[in-house]
């Protein structure tokens, strides 16, 4: 059948996107670890480059935010001319959302207190912070699945449905990426692999979760 080939042929392609990704990152820990190869100037590309990683999410993430203001402030008469579209039931913002947007600024808060115990040379206590933040995001993701449980409509209920859950749902998938990259960063700290001189790895994290927390307050 068509479809089932085209389906092992991506699966074989993510497969191989996965181990090829793995054994980048394999080598880089490498360089930077073992071989002392990341100077200050060699630094400096993995910084810019994520850097420009997280504007072009930004931008992404913008359109969706776009998407949800443009329909919300000028509804159409498609919609019926008021939102939430008519026959949309919404949920109420201030139970599960408003707790929600609440803990991504703690977590937040864990990953600024992590960067300070590595620059301080205090490594178990980063360990700890790492492990408040991990924890904090995995409530975060347990509560989005509540949410969605919850919701009276679906991604297919009129422009409110498309734009809420595609604007939710990518934060979602973002935080779960912040969250492995948090796991990845807290096991490198226990290993000893970071240190006040060299952790542009964690940095990265910092920045990226730093992100994530911002990008909630909008949805």
């Known amino acids: 059948h068509p479809f089932q080939g085209g389906a092992r042929l991506l ?3 993510l497969i191989f996107l996965l181990y090829t990704m793995f054994v980048w990152w394999r080598d880089v820990l490498r ?6 190869h990341h100077t200050k100037v060699v630094q400096l590309g993995p910084r810019y480059g994520f850097l420009l990683f997280i504007v072009s999410e930004v ?8 998407a949800s203001s443009h329909s919300s402030l000028a509804p159409t008469v498609e919609i019926g001319g008021i939102w939430p579209p008519k026959g949309i039931l919404v949920l109420d913002p201030r139970e599960i959302p408003f707790l929600n947007t609440l803990i991504p600024p703690s977590s937040g808060a864990a990953v600024t207190w992590a960067h300070h115990a590595i ?27 509540m949410e969605y449980y919850q919701a009276p409509s679906t991604i297919s209920d009129s422009i409110y449905g498309s734009t ?24 490198r700290q226990y290993l000893g692999h970071l240190t006040k001189e060299h952790h542009v790895g964690f940095e990265a994290a910092a920045w990226y979760w730093h992100f994530v927390d911002v990008v909630r307050l909008f949805p």
């Open 119 to 145: 620059l301080a040379g205090k490594e178990k206590r980063a360990v700890y912070a790492l492990v408040a933040t991990v924890s904090l995001a995995l409530v975060f993701t347990g509560f989005q699945g």
């Open 31 to 36: 360089e930077s670890t073992l071989e002392g």
């Open 59 to 66: 931008m992404f993430l913008f359109a969706l935010f776009r």
């Open 164 to 187: 809420f859950f595609l604007a939710t749902g990518f934060h979602g998938f973002h935080v779960i990426i912040g969250t492995l990259f948090s796991i990845i960063c807290g096991i």
């Open 11 to 13: 699966s074989l392609g």
